[in-house]
């Protein structure tokens, strides 16, 4: 089993991104820009499968 | 622990089975609440049941969630919103992506996916296709028809994510496909037994052997012959590589899986889906191996049209083996051993349609195709086997025939009626092939 630490890490790392994905597409759709809109549905799919890969773990292996 | 670069996922695919099931259980109440908040087909069925989401807590309360079946989805479907109907979980704008089943078993069923679904997919063909060997030295050749079934268009999307380069051959034909694989010196392809084997015989028709393509690894799907081992012996030697198998289905997702150590039989991708086995008839959970169950499946991070306790009437068991690969995902002994609905009884014998093919291919005499017909003759069955000789072997029905029925009659404790079929003149199929008619309703 890898470090727990590390997975940690990495689960709080993708909490970051996810939160700075959200607002970039809050901004690029208060600015009426499209492709911001979309291009953050497409990222945030991605973001999406390291959560199910990594933070859902990351809880479960620090309860 | 093997190396680590086997791994897609170490973090799920190693992680302890008692972690394991904890995080199944917390995935599990997740996607329960998301189906019961989101669908109405779900909400009907679990409030008839006098059941919440915060009624499961453990997993012997999961074991009460109602199970459903393609029934309940063809029930729900074609109404608005169209065609999804009362199954769909999101609003009808975020779907993305349209995809129905084949319809083998009656109405099809349709499947809308939302952008992270599709993703979702791929991530989980990753999975796999990683565990196969699969890397970006790759050259993936897809010789499908792209169309309404999902089929291989997950793999091709997986395939690009994983980093191989993946190569269409959608609206080629057969010679056109093997020409193209050599020219382009494709390392790996993936397609239905049926087809691997098809391919195989148009290779040698054109004057070449499949084994000087160079392909190093077969991935195969829709049939559950790879999992046989005489079919995959005909496969691998008729490539002279690898073929792996998986298993999934268009409204559960790609759940199954072969790894490059070759079990014998299929892991379950345990991080992504809930593979519970029960009993055939009391429907009680089996953990101990090597008796046979049907296979109720639950994808858990799938939103627009979830997949919650679903009646696969796949029939499986669990292997007592562990995995070299290292991996924690419990291993189906022999991958699928059958469909509820193919195993019926012929002259009052449980009888399951894989065993001839098991039989016919591990006869170098026969083809590969065969077709098996169940009828009445007055009040008795009857069941026909229909085979083709293999090239050079014109002329030897007779000692083929009484070769068969000794192995048929050891594996079935049934006899046949044979019918021998000029080479190439049974149907050949791309997608899933249907072998076996019971015409006896």
New interface residues.
Partial sequence: ??DKTK?REMADIIAGIKKEAENLKELGSACGIKCVEMNV??M???I??LE???T??A???E? | MKRPDIYW????E???LE?MR??QL??FKRVLKWAYDRSKLYRRIYDAAGLTPEDVKTWDDVRKVPVIEKENYREAQFKEPWPYGDSLCVPVEEVTVYHQTSGTTGQPIVQPD???D???WA?TWCQFLWAMGFRNTDRVFLPFGYNVFVAYWAGHYATEKLGSEVVSGALLNTEERILKMRELRATAFMATPTYVLGMADTCRKLGMDPRDLGIKKILCAGEPGASVPTTKKRMEDAWGCNVYDHIGATEMGAWGYECFYKPGGMHVNE??FLAELLDLETGEPIEEPNKLGKIVLTAF?RLAQPCVRYDTKDVAMWSENECACGRTHRVFKGGIQGRIDHITKVKGVLFSPVTVEEAVRSMGQLGSEYELIVEKNGDVDKITLKYELAPGCEGKEREVEAELATLLRLKTNLNFIYESHPYGSLPRYQVKAKRFKDLRN
Avoid at chain 2, 9 to 12: D, E, G, T, V
């Fill in positions: 089993m890898l997975i549905v497409r945030s799919a991605m999406k499968m199910l890969n990594i859902d773990a809880d479960v292996l309860a | 996922n170490p973090i799920l190693t992680m302890p972690k904890e995080l917390v995935k939302t952008w992270q599709w993703e979702w991530e991080g992504f991070d």
